[in-house]
Every structure is written in structure tokens, then in C-alpha cells.
């Protein structure tokens, strides 16, 4: 009877605690969806939320027209998708490599790979500039991918690889046997490792999405901006009108958050599939 009274006990702060860590996560959310649904004169009167008495999806349309977040829009969208396509093809290929061939100094590279996570960004970022300058490519969204790409090489590795080693080396002797090439055996166990190249792209997929920081450092024309750099650039725009810029912010926030509520399940079997010998 106290052991099953300790345990209902135990459920019930457990479950208060995640509801208030759920509510804390929830709130701020639930501000920018209804602010974005006011007026400015509305907004005024009830700064702190409240509930609304009329919808106004013109904030949207005003954004999405006056402001060009349509432009940011694809620019976002673009970048994402090509830089993620080709991170995955060149991590998957190196990744085959570094784990199921065997060459002169292929330890030595793969830590090289690995020191590379511990990099920061900041401290290669004057090089970078002057090297993105130098081939002519500042202010361009190839050059955008190339920094994107270049970053994600080294966790990328890392993740792929860790997963790799996990598959039996039986199955590259029986493709051997079989007459398969070393492309052919690429071709082979990329699906077997398809929980982790999920899990790369839909991290790496968000974090290229949200950022700020690059795009922000080597774009200065405002048709190539990227939607977060955008919303930051129009806020002087709409300053004074908070709730047509919650409309941005939440025009920008809610693909990623679609998109991570679908494949989420992929970052679980990812992260935790590596580490089961199988």
C-alpha cells in the first residue's frame, strides 16, 4: 500500500513538473501566435496576451509583400536544401571511406575530422571571409553552401561513421563475393544507415535554417538576405508595429517546427541505433 502511495506520489511530481516545463516552452509561443493575430491599437491595450476578439491575417500579407519575405523565403528554403544534399552525399561517401576501407593514414584523418568539431566557428571566421572574398564569392549564396557545407563535414563524420562501424563486416564480404565494387557497396549500406543520415539532416537541416550569424556576416544585399536576417532587417521597418514583425517570426518559425515535429522519431533511432552493436 506506501510502495504504490509512493509511487503515485512520485507520478504526480513528475507530471507537474514536466506540465509547468511544458508551459514555460508553450507561453512564449502562444504570445507571438496571438500577437501576430492584433492590432497595434489591440496590441497596446493588452500587451501580455490575452484572448483575441478578432483575427487580423493582414499583418501577414503585409510582411510577406511590403517586407519581401517571400524573397527571404526561398532564399532560406534554397540554401537549405542544397547545402543539406550536399552535405550528406559528401559526409555518407567520406564516411564509407574512413570506416570500411583501408588506406595509408586514414586514422590520422578522421581525427583530423574530429578535431574539426571542436573548432569554433569564430576563430577561422576572418579567414574565411578573406578566402570567400578572394574567389569572388561574398554576398552569394554559393558562398553561403560552401560555409554550411564546410562546417557540418566534421560532426557529420563523426555521426556516420560511429554508425557504420556498427554494421557486420560480413555483409561487405558477401558483396565482394558477389562481384560488388566499392561504389556498389556504398550503395549497398547507405539504407542501413539511413537513422543516422535522418538525424544528420534534420539537425543540420534546423540549425541552417535558423541561423543568423553567417548569413548575416556575408550577405549585405537585402533581396539575398535569408529569412532570420531578414526579420532583423525589417524590424526598423516595422518598429513601432510589433505585431506585423511577430508575423514574420512566426512565418519563419513555423516550417522548422513542422518539420521537426514529423521526423523527430528519426533523431531518437539515430542517436541511440549507433550505440547498439548489431
Do not use: C
Not at 560511429?162 to 563486416?169: A, C, L, N, Q, V
Not at 525589417?234 to 506585423?244: D, H, I, L, Q, R
Amino acid at each position: 500500500m506506501m510502495e504504490k502511495l509512493r509511487k503515485n506520489t512520485n507520478n504526480i511530481v513528475i507530471y507537474f513538473i514536466l506540465g509547468f516545463a511544458s508551459l514555460i516552452v508553450i507561453y512564449p509561443f502562444y504570445l507571438i501566435v496571438v500577437t501576430s493575430l492584433k492590432t497595434q491599437q489591440e496590441l497596446y491595450l493588452d500587451s501580455v496576451g490575452g484572448m483575441l476578439t478578432s483575427f487580423h491575417f493582414e499583418n501577414y500579407s503585409l510582411v510577406w509583400t511590403k517586407a519581401k519575405l517571400h524573397l527571404m523565403f526561398s532564399n532560406s528554403l534554397m540554401i537549405t536544401a542544397v547545402s543539406l544534399i550536399f552535405i550528406l552525399l559528401i559526409v555518407t561517401l567520406a564516411s564509407f571511406s574512413l570506416s570500411r576501407m583501408q588506406f595509408a593514414g586514414k586514422r590520422g584523418l578522421y581525427l583530423l575530422f574530429f578535431m574539426g568539431i571542436f573548432l569554433p566557428f569564430q576563430l577561422s571566421m576572418i579567414p574565411l571571409i578573406k578566402i570567400i572574398k578572394g574567389i569572388g564569392l561574398f554576398d552569394t549564396h554559393l558562398g553561403l553552401d560552401l560555409l554550411y557545407i564546410n562546417s557540418a563535414i566534421p560532426f557529420g563524420i563523426f555521426l556516420i561513421v560511429g554508425f557504420m562501424r556498427t554494421i557486420p563486416k560480413e555483409i561487405d564480404e558477401a558483396a565482394i563475393v558477389d562481384g560488388a565494387s566499392k561504389f556498389r557497396l556504398y550503395l549497398l549500406l547507405t539504407p542501413l544507415v539511413m537513422p543516422a543520415i535522418a538525424t544528420l539532416a534534420i539537425l543540420q537541416g534546423v540549425a541552417i535554417w535558423n541561423d543568423f550569424f553567417i548569413p548575416n556576416l556575408f550577405i549585405t544585399t537585402y533581396e539575398k538576405k535569408t529569412i532570420t536576417v531578414g526579420i532583423m532587417s525589417f524590424k526598423g521597418m516595422f518598429s513601432a508595429n510589433w505585431s506585423v514583425l511577430m508575423a514574420g517570426v512566426l512565418i519563419s518559425v513555423t516550417p522548422v517546427l513542422l518539420f521537426y515535429v514529423a521526423a523527430q522519431k528519426y533523431i531518437v533511432n539515430g542517436m541511440t541505433a549507433g550505440s547498439i552493436k548489431g
